[in-house]
């Protein structure tokens, strides 16, 4: 397979002309860190379908049946659209799961789909970051009235997860599209292939900045791509340098943050969805669930992120699973990270405070590396983390590393996240493509140049792409 091949060759030859393989000497030292796990794959046993009913359940207790929207966090009426594909995940993941009926699933998504095409968009041009879940409004953080922007990243996470229900349930494409081409793209992905957010603050003007930063950046540029775009510069995982933590180089994003106020976060998160949703691909890749990795430095980097976890567990003890995640109070959001701003095993809050008391084993980071790589620390992250749940409210956001306890609040993202990987344990890659599509209204749209004016459609990128096959 052109992974194994790949860390092989970085074995046996020094310089072996793999950009993405600057691994240094005392690593190439010690082979027994290039044996590869292999995913989990079968059916669920009777816990792990258990555990998929408690995901579920955070899903039942925050549907808002006025928008078909679901809460971002427990009893809180506001979502984003990360959080917003995490539900669309859980939900496919429950049907397909059995653990709800198509009908259930039907009325679902008909509601959600429903208020996407009729969302009142960001300036006429995007979502809005986020949205009241009782009546679709655009809100901000605090969830009052207003426009805040747009993320380029959460809303290529939503073209991921609206895409995948297209190949899934095709009697949705229709509708899905629809409103996907109310959109105007001309200001969230450039002619070079880069994304770009919008910021809006009080009395400026509206900023569009350049949005993601390593992992994160080329997980979420993929979802563009799906839908035709041109992101070369956005999947480049240049600029990027490795740290050498506990034996293992760890890649991160060389982007100042002093100087582009953007921090580059070393997180679980992104790597577990590339490989859960998309198998560690490139999109243009139509084979299903293989061992052959075909974004090769996605899955190599997806590794190292694997690895210095469990090296660290190994040489300090300390059970490690980090991402981002929430708190049950302020400042309610850290990136609980391997490597940013020059520190390793940083723990940080949006704005750069140092908050170690917040380290915490993450139910989706456990869950990821589980699934994804079998192995006896797997399993050892796999027993810390199953029993996290209240029953009758999902799983808990995660445990804290210093032995304080649980982070006492629930969320969309955790929980739809850990179905997604029960159902990945289940059929492998999530992203299936049908054999003979029939032509979308999206791909319809693309064919002509006339309609949808101004709104800068990915119509020569697809043409392009026509071309070549």
């Not at 293989?290 to 190292?304: G, P």
């Not at 980071?365 to 983390?385: I, K, N, S």
Request: glycine share 8%; proline share 4%; charged share 25%.
């Amino acid at each position: 397979m052109r992974y194994l091949s790949t860390l092989c060759i970085a074995l046996a030859v020094a310089g072996c002309g793999n950009k993405y393989n600057q691994f240094s000497e005392d690593i190439v030292e010690r082979k027994s860190h290039w044996s590869i796990p292999q995913p989990r794959h079968g059916e669920l046993t009777e816990k792990e379908m258990d555990m998929a009913r408690i995901a579920w359940k955070y899903f039942e207790n925050n549907y808002q049946e006025s928008t078909g929207l679901v809460n971002a966090v427990n009893n809180y009426p506001s979502v984003t659209w990360w959080d917003a594909a995490s539900y669309l995940a859980g939900a496919v993941s429950a049907h397909q799961l059995g653990i709800i009926e198509k009908e259930e699933l039907d009325k679902r998504l008909i509601a959600f789909i429903g208020t996407l095409n009729r969302l009142d968009l960001f300036r006429g041009e995007l979502p809005n970051k986020a949205y009241n879940t009782q009546n679709a409004a655009k809100v901000d953080y605090a969830n009052q009235p207003g426009e805040i922007g747009y993320s380029a990243l959460d809303l290529g996470r939503l073209l991921v997860w609206l895409y995948i229900i297209k190949q899934r349930y095709p009697e949705f494409a229709p509708s899905i599209d629809s409103a996907i081409l109310r959109w105007n793209f001309c200001n969230v992905v450039d002619e070079n292939g880069t994304m770009f957010g919008a910021l809006l603050e009080k009395d400026k003007p509206v900023q569009y900045l350049q949005e993601g930063r390593l992992g994160y950046e080329e997980y979420a540029a993929k979802g563009f791509q799906l839908w035709g775009f041109d992101t070369s510069q956005a999947s480049d995982p240049e600029p990027y340098a490795t740290i050498n933590l506990f034996g293992y180089d760890v890649p991160y994003d060389t982007r100042d943050p002093r100087k582009l106020k953007a921090h580059s976060y070393v997180v679980t998160e992104s790597y577990v969805l590339d490989g859960v949703e998309l198998g560690w691909d490139l999109t243009e890749d139509k084979t299903g669930h293989d061992a052959n990795y075909s974004n090769e430095w996605m899955a190599e980097f997806a590794l190292q992120i694997y690895r210095v976890q469990e090296e660290r567990y190994k040489q300090t003890g300390i059970i490690t699973a980090r991402t981002e995640h929430q708190l049950a109070g302020a400042p309610y959001f850290v990136y609980d990270t391997i490597y940013t701003d020059g520190f390793a095993w940083n723990t940080i809050s949006e704005v750069g405070e140092y908050l170690p008391q917040y380290s915490a084993v993450a139910i989706k980071g456990a869950m990821g590396m589980w699934v994804l790589w079998d192995t006896e620390y797997t399993d050892l992250l796999f027993d810390h983390v199953s029993h996290i749940y209240d029953r009758d409210k999902g799983f808990y956001e995660g445990i804290y590393e210093n032995g304080t306890g649980l982070i006492n609040t629930f969320t969309s993202n955790n929980n739809g996240i850990t179905l997604e990987i029960l159902l990945y344990k289940q059929q492998g890659k999530l992203l299936r493509y049908k054999d003979k599509p029939a032509p979308s209204l999206w791909e319809k749209a693309l064919e002509t140049p006339f309609g949808y004016e101004g709104q800068c459609l990915p119509r020569e990128n697809y043409k392009k792409k026509q071309n070549k096959t």
